[in-house]
């Protein structure tokens, strides 16, 4: 059973740093394209990063670039989320999805896209 599992969350304060994780099981990563989401309260689920199935191509969100890193290792069937330099409207909860399987080396960021989702992890930015 295909299975995304999140990891990383915790309290931060701003300017701080995480890395967040989502550990595949149950499918051969190699043939998905990954996106991270995010969910703040009250909000509608937003797109952050995508990451193609042999990692050769990203996306970002306009509000996320520069500060933010996707990156897969499908050898540990992991994908990582690098933060940094987080504020408070970077809080909510942040959920990994996958779409495929596919041959084609690119990514989008659009929810529909996505088929397979895990439980999210939550990032809280506060001083």
């Known amino acids: 059973q295909l299975q995304l599992v999140e990891s990383g969350g915790g309290l931060v304060q701003p300017g701080g740093s995480l890395r967040l994780s989502c550990a595949a099981s149950?499918?051969?990563?190699?043939?998905?394209?990954i996106g991270w989401f995010r969910q703040a309260p009250g909000k509608e689920r937003e797109g952050v990063s995508c990451i193609s199935r042999r990692g050769g191509s990203t996306n970002y969100a306009d509000s996320v670039k520069g500060r933010f890193t996707i990156s897969r290792d499908n050898a540990k069937k992991t994908v990582y989320l690098q933060v940094n330099n987080l504020k408070p409207e970077d809080t909510a909860v942040y959920y990994c999805?996958?779409?495929?399987?596919?041959?084609?080396?690119?990514?989008?960021?659009?929810?529909?896209?996505?088929?397979?989702w895990g439980q999210g992890t939550r990032v809280t930015v506060s001083s």
């Open positions: 149950g499918f051969t990563l190699d043939y998905y394209a």
């Open positions: 999805a996958a779409a495929g399987p596919t041959v084609q080396d690119m990514c989008v960021m659009t929810k529909d896209s996505y088929a397979y």
